[in-house]
C-alpha cells in the first residue's frame, strides 16, 4: 500500500517550458488535490476534484490545469511555466472532501529559471 | 474568505520545556480543525483533528489541541518536547466544504 505517490520529485524547468506532475493514490479515496507549498505561506490550494469527473478551481489556479484521469491519478499541468512557479508541489488525498484527514505525497521540488 | 494564521513563525526550545504553538481562524460558522507535521524531508502528517465533542484534543505523539470556539482558535501543546519534534507544524481549517484552508507554518526546532 503506498499512499500517495508522486512523480517526478525534482523538476528544472526553463521560463516557457511546459511539464505535468503526476498523482496516483491506491487508496480508493473519492477526493484528489494539488497544493503548491511557499515559505511562510503554508499550502495554498490549487485545485481540487471532489470525485472522479469532477474538478474545481482552489485558491490559487492561474496557470495551471489539471485532469482527473480516473479515480487514482490526478495530474497537474503547467502550460507555460514562469519562475513564480516556482514552489514545492503536494497532492493529497481524502475519502470525503475535507471532512476527513488528507493523506499527501512526498512532494515535487520544481524550479523554473 | 477564510483565513489562518499561525502567529509564531519559528519557535526555538530546548528538550523537555513545553510547547504552545497559536492558531486562530477567522470562519464563524462550524468548522473542521487540523493540525498537521511535516518533518524534515518528509511530506505532511496528520497530528490530530477535530470535528465536534470535547474541545480538547488528543493526538499522536503526546500532542494535544484546544478548540476554544470563542476565541476562534485551537492551539497546539505539548508538555515536553524531544528532539525529535523538530519539524514544521500547520494549522488548517475546513468549514464544511471542499477546501482546506492552511496557517502559514511554525517552524519548531528543538535543542537537544
Known amino acids: 500500500n503506498a499512499g500517495v505517490t508522486q512523480t517526478p520529485k525534482f523538476q528544472v524547468l526553463k521560463t516557457g517550458q511546459s511539464m505535468t506532475l503526476q498523482c496516483a493514490q491506491d487508496m480508493n479515496h473519492n477526493s484528489m488535490y494539488w497544493y503548491r507549498q511557499d515559505p511562510g505561506m503554508g499550502l495554498r490550494l490549487i485545485y481540487y476534484?471532489?470525485?472522479?469527473?469532477?474538478?474545481d478551481k482552489g485558491e490559487v489556479p492561474n496557470g495551471y490545469n489539471v485532469s482527473r484521469l480516473n479515480k487514482r491519478e490526478f495530474s497537474l499541468r503547467l502550460e507555460s511555466a514562469a519562475p513564480s512557479q516556482t514552489s514545492v508541489y503536494f497532492c493529497?488525498?481524502?475519502?470525503?472532501?475535507?471532512?476527513?484527514?488528507?493523506?499527501f505525497g512526498p512532494g515535487t521540488r520544481l524550479t523554473v529559471l | 474568505a477564510q483565513s489562518v494564521s499561525q502567529h509564531n513563525h519559528h519557535v526555538i526550545l530546548s528538550e523537555a520545556a513545553s510547547l504552545e504553538l497559536g492558531c486562530n481562524y477567522s470562519y464563524g460558522g462550524t468548522v473542521n480543525l487540523f493540525w498537521y507535521v511535516q518533518y524534515p524531508g518528509q511530506h505532511l502528517q496528520l497530528l490530530l483533528k477535530y470535528f465536534s465533542g470535547d474541545p480538547l484534543v488528543k493526538g499522536i505523539k503526546g500532542f494535544e489541541a484546544e478548540f476554544i470556539k470563542s476565541k476562534f482558535s485551537f492551539n497546539l501543546r505539548k508538555p515536553s518536547v524531544q528532539w525529535s519534534d523538530t519539524a514544521e507544524y500547520f494549522c488548517?481549517?475546513?468549514?464544511?466544504?471542499?477546501?482546506?484552508?492552511f496557517g502559514g507554518g511554525t517552524r519548531l526546532m528543538v535543542k537537544p
Open positions: 476534484s471532489a470525485s472522479e469527473g469532477t474538478t
Open positions: 493529497a488525498s481524502s475519502d470525503q472532501p475535507s471532512y476527513n484527514e488528507q493523506f
Open positions: 488548517a481549517v475546513n468549514n464544511a466544504g471542499n477546501m482546506l484552508t
